[in-house]
């Protein structure tokens, strides 16, 4: 059974665009929601992370929306470049961030 | 990738065959957690470690056990490998309680015949 639901599979983007990929989970006990950047050959990279106490955080073009009420969370990348062509992840957790629980992944290709 | 290491990075044996994957550290982070990582799962927790000697399963432990010795050294034994155990095997690491963010390692590509 999967914690963490995330959409889409997939993500065809033109440069300058926004990205939008989404996660919900059901446990309510989670309170650690990270993303993940994964580039091929590579391990996972955190990217942004964030607290259900506030609705939102921003860090730089990365910005993490989260809708406790709904159990839901979002990645947007503003201004999408080709170097942003990745897959991405998210995650949820409880108990001081032992057990990470991981989304399915979302390939992104940003066309130049 | 965080002063991790993994070794091998890449490894093809048979089923039946006992295999040991090794995390190495120079961090002198607390915590070492071993994940798989399949399409259509995303990444999955084996088992992780909270000091030297104390170790606890994760998600998917089944056919997976843990040692940890040394503070930087975190092994992964396959006892005797099965075809469902090819993947993709990530080594992370975090430095204290208070602190969420685990930092992975390269990874290593497991086939198993």
């Known amino acids: 059974q999967q914690q963490v639901k995330q959409s889409p599979q997939s993500l065809i983007v033109q440069k300058g665009g926004i990205s939008i990929i989404n996660c919900a989970y059901e446990?309510?006990?989670?309170?650690?929601f990270p993303w993940y950047q994964q580039f091929p050959g590579k391990g996972p990279a955190l990217l942004i992370a964030i607290r259900p106490d506030v609705s939102e955080k921003k860090e730089g073009r990365f910005t993490i929306s989260f809708n406790k009420s709904a159990k839901q969370f979002s990645l947007h990348i503003m201004d999408s470049q080709p170097g942003d062509s990745a897959t991405y992840f998210c995650a949820a957790s409880i108990d001081g961030a032992n057990n990470l629980f991981f989304g399915t992944g979302t390939r992104l290709t940003v066309i130049p | 990738d965080a002063g991790i290491t993994q070794s091998p990075r890449h490894k093809v044996t048979e089923t039946g065959t006992p295999v040991t994957l090794r995390c190495h550290q120079t961090e002198n982070h607390r915590y070492m957690y071993w994940y798989r990582q399949d399409p259509g799962h995303g990444l999955r927790l084996i088992h992780y470690?909270?000091?030297?000697?104390?170790?606890d399963k994760g998600e998917v432990s089944d056919g997976y056990s843990v040692s940890r010795s040394k503070t930087e050294d975190f092994l992964l034994t396959l006892e005797s490998a099965t075809s469902s155990q090819t993947s993709v095997y990530f080594c992370a690491i975090r430095g204290t309680a208070t602190t969420d963010t685990q930092y992975f390692g390269p990874g290593t590509r497991l086939t198993v015949l």
């Open positions: 470690s909270y000091g030297v000697k104390d170790t």
């Open positions: 446990n309510t006990a989670f309170d650690y």
